[in-house]
């Protein structure tokens, strides 16, 4: 992955074999991509690279950050909970995220028409920031895959680390282990992330 935000609007993110290629998704989007990037700088955010993205700061907190697929490319905003989306602007991630936290844009003619909803977004969460407001903690009961309780009765030092993560991370894996159909490929899913449980790091985390 990159690590210098420059490289992403030169090459690409470099999370998969056509970084660096005309075939990378940034390709097709840079010009929408370089207008998010004046308009998150223009408001006074911090550039920086993560995850292998620019992502934008305030206070040193995570704003908003953004990054292209083949289909589209979207601008996603930390602690979207916090937002009042009066225009709708708002997308979920996908079947699974909690919040409606992303502006999805299919032409890049789209970032000029909705400055005016991204300005005024990533405003209020900069008021939010200054004021040290963060969103409601909300209480979800998970339901644990029936593999994922067995390995946490049977390793003392894996069901110590599981229930230290935050909850975020503790839904990451489950959804990660019921992804799969067979309870065997569960079970060996949990052996390869035991690690990552145990370092304090989601499912998707590097």
């Known amino acids: 992955m990159i690590r210098e935000v420059d490289d992403y609007f030169a090459k690409g993110c470099g999370?998969?074999?056509r970084f660096a290629t005309d075939d990378c998704s940034t390709r097709r989007w840079i010009d929408g991509l370089e207008r998010l990037r004046t308009i998150c700088l223009d408001l006074g955010l911090v550039e920086t690279a993560k995850w292998g993205h620019p992502c934008y700061t305030h206070r040193d907190r995570n704003v908003v950050i953004f990054g292209a697929v083949r289909g589209d490319f979207r601008l996603s905003f930390f602690d979207a909970a916090l937002l009042a989306d009066p225009e709708g602007a708002l997308e979920k991630q996908g079947p699974n995220t909690r919040h409606a936290d992303m502006i999805r844009f299919t032409d890049c003619a789209q970032v000029d028409e909705?400055?005016?909803?991204?300005?005024?977004?990533?405003?209020?969460?900069?008021?939010?920031?200054?004021?040290?407001?963060?969103?409601a903690r909300e209480?979800?009961?998970?339901?644990?895959?029936?593999?994922?309780?067995?390995?946490?009765?049977?390793?003392?030092?894996?069901?110590?680390?599981?229930?230290?993560?935050t909850p975020g991370r503790q839904r990451s894996y489950v959804i990660h282990l019921g992804s799969a159909k067979k309870s065997a490929t569960r079970i060996a899913r949990?052996?390869?992330?035991?690690?990552?449980?145990?370092?304090?790091?989601?499912?998707?985390?590097?």
């Open 190 to 206: 949990i052996a390869k992330v035991r690690s990552r449980i145990l370092a304090g790091k989601g499912a998707l985390e590097r």
């Open 139 to 165: 209480a979800v009961e998970l339901e644990l895959p029936a593999e994922l309780v067995e390995a946490l009765d049977a390793d003392p030092e894996l069901a110590e680390a599981f229930h230290a993560l």
């Open 114 to 135: 909705k400055e005016s909803t991204i300005r005024a977004y990533v405003r209020e969460l900069m008021d939010h920031v200054d004021a040290g407001r963060r969103p």
């Open 15 to 17: 999370r998969c074999e």
